[in-house]
């Protein structure tokens, strides 16, 4: 196990300390207040892990880099019916998959499995 996977276990680790054992026995204020702490662990390390994923499968030009799409709405590469729209969208698409799957994962299961998805 290398050290990204330690901390991601980390992670989980103290998300599930916090949510089952010390929430449980906390007053309704700090169980809330507990249960936010919980919610950003999760989302730090669903983060981690997306960024290490996505390092380790995709190739370097998988994906437009910011620059490259400013340069290229600019020189109207991606107009209606230019060649490179689709790869523009295919491209906002993965990045708006990947936020999604880190910061609400609920929310793209719902966009994902909602029959207007496909």
Do not use: W
Request: one cysteine or more; charged letters at 25%; proline letters at 3%.
């Amino acid at each position: 196990m290398n050290a990204d996977d330690k901390m991601v276990d980390l992670l989980k680790v103290a998300y599930s300390t916090l949510t089952n054992e010390v929430v449980p026995s906390l007053s309704k204020q700090d169980r809330y207040n507990s249960l936010m702490v919980a919610n950003a662990i999760r989302i730090a390390a669903r983060h981690f892990q997306s960024t290490r994923e996505r390092h380790a499968t995709a190739s370097p030009d998988a994906l437009l880099d910011e620059s490259a799409i400013v340069r290229g709405i600019r020189a109207g590469q991606f107009d209606d019916g230019a060649a490179m729209r689709t790869v523009l969208v295919a491209n906002l698409r993965n990045c708006l998959i990947q936020q999604l799957r880190v910061n609400n994962p609920r929310v793209l299961d719902n966009i994902q499995n909602s029959p207007r998805a496909h």
